[in-house]
């Protein structure tokens, strides 16, 4: 069974960082196009950044030069590096993979990152 969970959330003031990481078990990330979304209060959720093996990462245009999707083949792990935190960074941050026929999106649990002062 494919299970992903996201840790690293946290409160931080704006300008700061944190790392969030999503860890998988039952698959080999490195096998899958990973993702990032977020969802802030109120607001349908958004792709943030996704990433596959050996191939360009790619980013919602607002968190460009700030985030960095990068995959941890040896800890089969994804993680997104988060500097410059803004307000609006403020979400439930998931990671989510595709996997099965038909294609099925799998999620992990979420976690939370606000960023106030």
């Known amino acids: 069974q494919v299970q992903l969970v996201e840790s690293g959330g946290g409160s931080v003031q704006p300008g700061g960082s944190l790392r969030l990481s999503c860890a998988a078990s039952g698959i080999a990330l490195s096998n899958y196009v990973v993702a990032w979304y977020r969802q802030a209060p109120g607001k349908e959720r958004e792709w943030v950044a996704q990433?596959?093996?050996?191939?360009?990462?790619t980013y919602v245009d607002s968190v460009k030069g700030r985030f960095t999707i990068s995959g941890d083949n040896a800890k089969n792990t994804v993680n997104l590096q988060m500097n410059g935190l803004k307000a609006e960074d403020t979400a439930v941050y998931y990671c989510?993979?595709?996997?099965?026929?038909?294609?099925?999106?799998?999620w992990g649990q979420g976690t939370l990152v606000t960023v106030s002062s």
């Open positions: 989510s993979i595709l996997v099965g026929v038909p294609r099925t999106r799998v």
């Open positions: 990433i596959f093996s050996g191939g360009r990462p």
